[in-house]
């Protein structure tokens, strides 16, 4: 409608430049005034339409309703009719036939291609016949007793009615490529509605690039190995700490603290694999590797000390191969990261306790975590639970 109604506009604009700039050709663009003031007057009539028809479909479309299909029909016919009646009024006082071959009758073409825009075969199509039925009846009506030199050719049978089957034929072109955009448009449509569903079903129980993963692999995560380092964060003396409060205060505090966890670990490429009540598990490499994981997780770890306040918190760090992938039945299933690292990553972080830290690291994490590990001090090798070797540990808070 937009679209329609600056046409209409620009057809005035253009009629009045042509009648002032061709004024004193031998063949003037336009000789009454009466015509001129005409023509616009039908014009100015379609601005009018075309703005009144957009109020009232924005309106509908606001309830969550559709224009009937007759007046959808019937508009276009209304519209692809105003070449005609600009065609009958400039005729008046030029040569039918000549005006037939004129700019008018090329304003046809210019509503069947806008036709497309409705995204329906048989709007184009219905277009295109109305364009070939109204210049084939104008053609044979101004033909009538030319049988003599180039009008007895444009006003043939022959002449006339391959013209027309052109129009309708641009109908039914426009009409296919009306059908192929609004089958693209309505699969684009249900991708983002799928991607929506999906990212409210699962946005908020797993991390935005686990939900981006769903959404390009589909809702099988094929399980690999990878090289991820895991973080494990525990609120330190938990129990005694919320032991006189509400249940409402309990979730309140855990809401802070975890509120700040996910955005920093997702600020740092890393995913927040497992709330644990007093604390979480986060892998940095996997189900998406950016080549720097060790030196995010460093990051995100450092800038976790630095945002929560409201309670001490331990962070580990360790860094090797696991297998990534969905676990579970066919009725339910989890992404998660296996593997001794995992294990040793849990173990690290309970080391904080021991040492008194506030965030401890092993070597592997260290050597590929650059000046993200200054200030990092050795600890030795420690023997954890579980191990009969020992690691090498490191305390950067």
Known sequence: MAILAVLFALVILLMLVFTAVFR?????????????????????????????????LLRMLRRGTMPPTELRFLNALVETSVPSFLIMLVAREIAP????????????????????????????????????????????????????????????????????????????VAGLVALQLRRRMTKAFEAAQERSRIVAAFGQQVSPAIVDELLRQGPEIASRRSFVCVMFMDIRNFTPLVEKRTPEEIVALQNTVFGVAIDVVNRHHGVINQFLGDGFMASFGAPIATGEDCRHAVAAARELLERIREVRIGIGLHAGDVVSGNVGSAARKQYSITGNVVILASRIEQLNKDYDSRLLLSREVLERCGEQASGATALGAVHVKGREDPIEIYRIA
């Open 24 to 56: 004193d050709e031998r063949v003037p663009f336009v000789r009454s005034p009466m015509t001129l003031l005409l023509a616009c007057a039908v014009s100015g009539a379609m601005v009018a339409y075309e703005l009144l028809v957009r109020q009232v």
């Open 97 to 172: 036939l000549a005006v037939m071959q004129g700019p008018a009758a090329y304003l046809y073409a210019v509503f069947i291609v806008l036709s497309t825009l409705r995204l329906d075969f048989t709007l184009s199509l219905f277009t295109g016949v109305v364009a070939a039925v109204e210049f084939a009846a104008l053609s044979f009506m101004y033909s009538s007793g030319q049988d003599t030199g180039i009008a007895a050719v444009l006003g043939s049978t022959p002449f006339i009615v391959g013209k027309a089957i052109v129009l309708l034929l641009c109908g039914a």
